[in-house]
């Protein structure tokens, strides 16, 4: 369980861009049809934010060309 007390605030720029960088599939998993993808595309959110909060760069290749949507 998330101490609530000890968190400090987040940086909502550092947010915007683990959200803005996430995968496309996380960012339209969210509206799907299939509850099990938008359970997944979630999680893959959440994971992108804690990276980014931590400071890990995360597993992105950087020879993956990033696609507009």
């Known amino acids: 369980m998330v101490n609530i007390e000890a968190m ?14 996430s995968s496309g599939f996380a960012r339209v998993g969210l509206t799907a049809p299939s509850e099990r ?7 893959e959110l959440a994971r992108t934010i ?10 992105r290749d950087p020879r993956q060309m990033a696609l507009p949507l």
């Open 8 to 21: 400090t605030q987040p940086d909502c720029a550092l947010i915007a861009h683990a959200l803005l960088t």
């Open 37 to 43: 993808i938008r359970e997944a595309a979630a999680a």
């Open 50 to 59: 804690v990276c980014a909060l931590e400071g890990f760069p995360g597993d």
